[in-house]
């Protein structure tokens, strides 16, 4: 059974940044594409970041330029860095496969822009 955890949200002011994970365990992350997603209060999940398992990455336009996704092979983690926060990027973020093969969600990890 997959688990995904992630964490390293919390409250941070705008232009402001912080640095999420993902832990995995029953799999090893580099073999899959992986993805950030985040749900804003009142709106559905979406795409935030992909990056696949040879390391290409793509990124919404909304947080294009601002975020930045990696993966750490040795700790099997996946990590968003998240710079210049906007109000807009509120949210809960999650990390999974793409659509269509998803893992069973983690809790997400709670992210607020706010002064």
């Known amino acids: 059974q997959v688990q995904l955890v992630e964490s390293g949200g919390g409250l941070v002011q705008p232009g402001g940044s912080l640095r999420l994970t993902c832990a995995a365990s029953?799999?090893?992350?580099?073999?899959?594409?992986m993805n950030w997603y985040r749900r804003a209060p009142g709106k559905q999940r979406e795409w935030v970041a992909r990056?696949?398992?040879?390391?290409?990455?793509n990124y919404a336009e909304s947080v294009k330029g601002r975020f930045t996704i990696s993966r750490d092979n040795a700790k099997n983690t996946l990590s968003l860095q998240m710079n210049s926060l906007k109000p807009e990027d509120a949210a809960v973020y999650y990390c999974?496969?793409?659509?269509?093969?998803?893992?069973?969600w983690g809790q997400g990890t709670q992210v607020t822009v706010s002064s």
């Open positions: 999974n496969r793409d659509y269509g093969i998803i893992w069973p």
């Open positions: 029953g799999t090893m992350l580099r073999d899959s594409d």
């Open positions: 990056i696949t398992s040879a390391g290409s990455t």
